[in-house]
Nanobody
Framework: QVQLVESGGGSVQPGGSLRLSCAAS????????MGWYRQAPGKERELVAT???????NYADSVWGRFTLSRDDAKNTVYLQMNSLKPEDTAVYYC???????????????WGQGTLVTVSL
């Protein structure tokens, strides 16, 4: 079993910054892709950013240039630095990772419980 603990959400004014963290623990042999998704009220969950084990990143067009994703494999942790936040960034942000419990097993998906980010005056 794998546990994901998210932190760093909250309320901020437009133009402000927040940093989200997601730490994974449990039965993990290796973590392949890590990332963040978000779901705004009344909308479907969407990709925010992902990072591979090799460090390649992928960002949604809406956050490119404002958000920075990084990972610390020694801590099984992924970080999302969010700058120049806009009201449309308001959403519940979910951590996601694809991991292996053993080297010979297929990858599995795990999701965090979600952390709320609110951007408003």
């Amino acid at each position: 079993q794998v546990q994901l603990v998210e932190s760093g959400g909250g309320s901020v004014q437009p133009g402000g910054s927040l940093r989200l963290s997601c730490a994974a623990s449990g039965s993990i042999f290796s973590i392949d892709t890590m990332g963040w998704y978000r779901q705004a009220p009344g909308k479907e969950r969407e990709l925010v950013a992902t990072i591979t084990k090799g460090g390649s990143t992928n960002y949604a067009d809406s956050v490119w240039g404002r958000f920075t994703l990084s990972r610390d494999d020694a801590k099984n942790t992924v970080y999302l630095q969010m700058n120049s936040l806009k009201p449309e960034d308001t959403a519940v942000y979910y951590c996601h990772l694809n991991f292996r419990r053993r080297w010979y097993e297929n990858g599995l998906d795990a999701w965090g419980q979600g952390t709320l980010v609110t951007v408003s005056l």
